[in-house]
């Protein structure tokens, strides 16, 4: 009928239609260029990790084909709209092993040009590594770094994972199945600190992985050496030390004295502290004091010093001078003992009066009779009389003095005989 016949003309134009209009979109779909800012990068022994942007020319891509090799792997990445897949992560590879991959961009108007980069996967390091220190009398320390050698590598890389040693990485060349080399550390073992070193592989394109890694710990420090303790007041001792002369360098310094009572002393690299003051100690006591250096390898045998603080002085109570028979003059001290003292030294300040030092024994009240000469008294000069306290180690520490004036004695002296001469004029008169 003719509206059956209508019907199946209009069905044939629609399609027509539709079929046209879908040629002429394909028609108009515009290629995409190739895919710009394409990096392979090595992230493993087995794996490259592959990134890219869209193309900057041409149409917008609907996915990418990602092929490894020339096509032994093909991988079809759909970007997202709303998040855009730009990388990929290549696994399962051959390790140091290149490889070459090719991205190309594709929409409805075909695909676009590849964009081709290359890369190696990373060599696998050392199967085992031990490093030793090295440390002779009279040569700087070194490391004798030793690892086993990997199939297909001849060269390696050794550096430190950190920076205690300061060590800069060095490339060895090995041809053995066993590698061995000496690192020299002049002055950067002085830390004393545990380190790390680490061997890396380098592959066939020259780039260095992941690195085989061990920690050594520092070489235990040795006693330190010139421990000096001395006295420096009657609460007080000065300690000084230098470095150990053997073993590893120290990190720090631990003192204790009357094992009792310790102190960290930490060395600065810069400024050395070698020396402490101990303050607060009880006077006229002896005190031991040990000292021990430490590293991250472990602690030094303790070198062991002793010494005793000084004693208060004691405090003068008389000095006198008188010219006894024989026209010989006589010079009196006397002073109040100091608890838990039994021994003084008694001397002159200066030399007006020229006498030699005397020592007394004395545990209370205490007194000291000297002889100065005629001509010394004569002189008319003040003098000077002091009087030390003796520790328990026979050491003398500070001391206390009296000024005395010849002048005024001798006036006194002088009057004296004076007044008797005037008395026995007078006696002879009356009789």
Known sequence: SASAAESALNMTYANFIWTTLAFLQGCNSLAPGPPSGVLLNSTGETSLALTWAPPTTGGSPVNYTLTI?????SH????????????YA???????????????????????????????TWA?????????????????PSLNVTWTAVARVSLYLVFELGSVLQIT????????????????????????????????????????????????????PGPPSGVLLNSTGETSLALTWAPPTIGGSPVNYTLTINDSSSHVVIPDNGSPVYNYA???????????????????????????????TWAYPPNIDIVNTQKGPGAIWSLYISWTAVIGVSQYLVFEQGFVLQIRPKTVRCTSECSCTMHPSDDTMSSGRAFKICVASYN??????????????????????SFTIVTIYSLFVVIKYLE
């Not at 759909?78 to 897949?85: K, W």
């Open 69 to 73: 090799n020339d096509s032994s792997s």
């Open 76 to 87: 079809v990445v759909i970007p997202d709209n709303g998040s855009p897949v730009y990388d």
């Open 90 to 120: 290549f696994t399962g590879l051959t390790s140091n092993t290149p490889y070459s991959v090719s991205v190309m961009a594709s929409n409805d108007g075909g695909n676009g040009n590849q964009t081709v980069v290359n890369n190696c």
């Open 124 to 140: 696998y390091p050392p199967g085992s590594i031990t490093v030793d220190i090295l440390q002779g009398s009279d040569i700087d």
């Open 169 to 220: 990485p060095q490339r060895f060349l090995c041809l053995s199945s066993v590698c061995t080399e000496i690192i020299n550390l002049h002055n950067s073992s002085s830390s004393g600190r545990s380190f790390t070193i680490c061997v890396a592989s380098y592959n066939i394109a020259g780039q260095s992985g992941a690195g085989k890694c061990t920690t050594k710990s520092a070489l235990v």
């Open 278 to 308: 101990f303050t607060g100690l009880t006077s006229n006591t002896p005190y031991s004091v040990s000292v021990m250096a430490s590293n991250d390898g472990g602690n030094s045998n303790q070198t062991v010093v002793i010494n005793c």
């Open 392 to 413: 328990p180690y026979e050491q003398l520490g500070n001391w206390t003095c009296r000024t005395k004036s010849i002048a005024e004695q001798l006036e006194v002296s």
